[in-house]
């Protein structure tokens, strides 16, 4: 194997649902807050999406205890794109109108439940891919704060893109095992609809969740609840109707935020 394709296979990440799971909750909180340091913490959102590919191979590989070329490559590509990440932190640190640590810090302990399992190879599993993607979603709360949103609105905005991935994690996994025809459990997927509606509603009684984002996240749980029982879809299939379905949660909880 060249250089070249092992630096494709340590530095360009092969799980295309997560490219929707991390710049979702960066457009919902630009729509909210489109400033400097939003798209700074956007950009650092992404860049940390990329380079958890390198970094899952150092960690799994020091797991092993081995070092192969891969490692080395993987090492390398990791230590340029934290350093482009500190970067982009320190712009949205001298842009930022107020500060915008918190969330970012609640969600510290969710992305070390997903890393200590990507140390161990079991990052496919249903925790950790819950785990990464609500942590993730904190990045939309972050930009918010960041442009001088309230606490009420950034709390909102996660809840929002949180349950969106609640509700939507545990139901990719099943039709995928569906149209594998391998075991699954529909009561995991249709759990998680439930799940997903009644901490929207909990949003809005607090009244931090606008009602129309409420019934996106309820149409988004609908849409599911129906689709795990029709035929399976492929993998590429579903990826697109994710996306459209993301978008959509995404612009109608932006558009009630800045045109209540």
């Not at 390398?76 to 794109?81: D, F, I, K, L």
């Not at 993730?136 to 905005?157: H, K």
């Not at 949003?203 to 019934?215: H, M, Q, S, Y």
């Amino acid at each position: 194997m060249s250089e070249q394709t092992i630096l494709r296979s340590v530095a360009v990440p092969n799980e295309h649902g997560g490219w929707s799971i991390t710049l979702e909750p960066v457009v919902l909180g630009l729509i909210v807050a489109p400033t400097v340091s939003g798209f700074a913490l956007g950009a650092a959102a992404l860049l940390a999406f990329i380079a958890r590919t390198p970094l899952k191979i150092v960690l799994v590989d020091r797991w092993r205890g081995r070092r192969i070329e891969r490692t080395r490559l993987a090492t390398q590509v990791v230590v340029m794109e934290l350093v482009a990440l500190a970067a982009l932190v320190t712009v949205a640190i001298v842009t930022a109108q107020a500060a915008f640590w918190w969330p970012l810090v609640v969600a510290a302990p969710l992305i070390a439940v997903e890393l200590w399992h990507d140390a161990r190879s079991r990052s496919r599993r249903l925790v950790p891919e819950l785990a990464g993607s609500v942590g993730v979603a904190s990045v939309a709360a972050a930009i918010a704060l960041a442009g001088g949103e309230s606490t009420g609105v950034a709390a909102g905005l996660w809840i929002v893109v949180g349950t969106r991935s609640i509700a939507t994690v545990p139901f990719i996994r099943v039709q995928l095992l569906r149209f594998k025809e391998q075991p699954h459990a529909t009561w995991q997927s249709d759990l998680a609809q439930f799940a997903a509606v009644a901490v929207a509603a909990a949003g809005v009684a607090l009244g931090v969740v606008p009602v129309p984002a409420a019934l996106a996240i309820a149409g988004l749980g609908l849409f599911e609840l129906v689709a795990v029982r029709r035929p399976p879809r492929p993998a590429a299939v579903l990826g697109a109707q994710q996306v459209v379905l993301g978008l959509t949660v995404v612009l109608i909880t932006g558009l009630s935020v800045v045109a209540p």
